[in-house]
Nanobody
Framework: QVQLVESGGGLVQAGGSLRLSCAAS????????MGWFRQAPGKEREFVAA????????NYADSVKGRFTISRDNAKNTVYLQIDSLKPEDTAVYTC???????????????WGRGTQVTVSS
């Protein structure tokens, strides 16, 4: 079991940056692959990025590639999402999740945080 709490969201102007954090409780954080998803009102949940247990392997959605960076610090039980060059279409609730497998599919994730709101103004 792992519990996840996101932070770092807020209101940012287009072109700005944010760093989201996801703090995990428990002592098995390094056993999980981690992912970030987002969901905007009226839209499907969308995969954003994933990172392997060791942090060596990453995967990004095409829509965020080059602008978003996922990282993790297993010593701090934390995964991060650095977001640069924000666009209005990035507006969504961003949620981190933990999985036993390295995946971009939300059904493969076992544990979820409650999310943090990112709003990008024009």
């Amino acid at each position: 079991q792992v519990q996840l709490v996101e932070s770092g969201g807020g209101l940012v102007q287009a072109g700005g940056s944010l760093r989201l954090s996801c703090a995990a409780s428990g002592r098995t954080f390094s056993s999980y692959h981690m992912g970030w998803f987002r969901q905007a009102p009226g839209k499907e949940r969308e995969f954003v990025a994933a990172i392997s247990r060791s942090g060596i392997i990453t995967n990004y959605a095409d829509s965020v590639k080059g602008r978003f960076t996922i990282s993790r610090d297993n010593a701090k039980n934390t995964v991060y999402l650095q977001i640069d060059s924000l666009k209005p279409e990035d507006t969504a609730v961003y949620t981190c999740a933990a999985s036993r497998s390295f995946s971009s599919t939300f059904t493969d994730y076992n544990f979820w945080g409650r999310g943090t709101q990112v709003t990008v103004s024009s």
